[in-house]
């Protein structure tokens, strides 16, 4: 079936360091693509989507862009702040409307 | 509007005991997905109520079920608990299936013990 996979283990980095975090996915279509942000004890939040290849999803000063040829929707900041610690999922909406996600990659922003 | 809201938000439950989580979808809303979250993985699919229709099922073994209310809340049963059923469960309330985006609520934590 349908599954996104994220980079491997915690991300560490100082206050106003560029964030990435890597997200490829496996679909037999063409999916509309998402990340969502977890904050400690809370549910999930959407933070950004693209529904098409090329499409470029931005809030809060996060971006991706949904890459058809290399299958992925990298997630970028420029700047991070200590607020943005939380953990991030990348998550694909299959041909059945469900949501497959991501493990999910802690983020800590250190001041 | 309102957001999504699930209850209980904690629950310890024993090995083999019956549990009922509740969820009540956002405004406007017709659709409701459940998914299980162990710690430090993803959330999984479990299935999703469409006009209190089941809509879709994830790879859950069937002592999950769910129910659908007109007035489009939710509850999700799990019979038999097991130490492994232990996480955290969301819902997310959708429009028409998901088409329009999810909200997703914060949570029941479940420990089995």
């Known amino acids: 079936g349908d599954s996104v996979t994220q980079m491997e283990g915690p991300v560490t980095l100082s206050e106003e360091a560029f964030l990435t975090i890597n997200c490829t996915y496996t679909a037999t279509g063409y999916p509309s693509l998402f990340w969502y942000v977890q904050y400690p004890g809370e549910g999930l939040q959407l933070l950004l989507k693209?529904?098409?290849?090329?499409d470029k999803g931005s809030n809060k000063g996060f971006e991706a862009t949904y890459r058809k040829e290399t299958t992925s929707f990298h997630l970028e900041k420029g700047s991070v702040q200590v607020s943005d610690s939380a953990v991030y999922f990348c998550?694909?909406?299959?041909?059945?409307?469900?949501?497959?996600f991501g493990k999910g990659n802690q983020v800590v922003v250190i001041p | 509007e309102t957001g999504v809201t699930q209850s209980p938000t904690h629950l310890i439950k024993t090995r083999g005991q019956q549990v009922t989580l509740r969820c009540s979808s956002q405004s406007g809303h017709n659709t409701v997905s459940w998914y299980q979250q162990a710690l430090g993985q993803g959330p999984q699919f479990i299935f999703q109520y469409y006009r209190e229709e089941e809509n879709g099922r994830g790879n859950f073994p069937p002592r999950f079920s769910g129910l659908q209310f007109p007035n489009y809340s939710s509850e999700l049963n799990v019979n038999a608990l097991e130490l492994d059923d232990s996480a955290l469960y969301l819902c997310a309330s959708s429009l028409n299936r998901g088409n329009y985006g999810y909200t997703f609520g914060s949570g029941t934590r479940l420990t089995v013990v």
């Open positions: 998550a694909l909406r299959d041909g059945n409307n469900r949501l497959a």
């Open positions: 693209a529904t098409k290849a090329d």
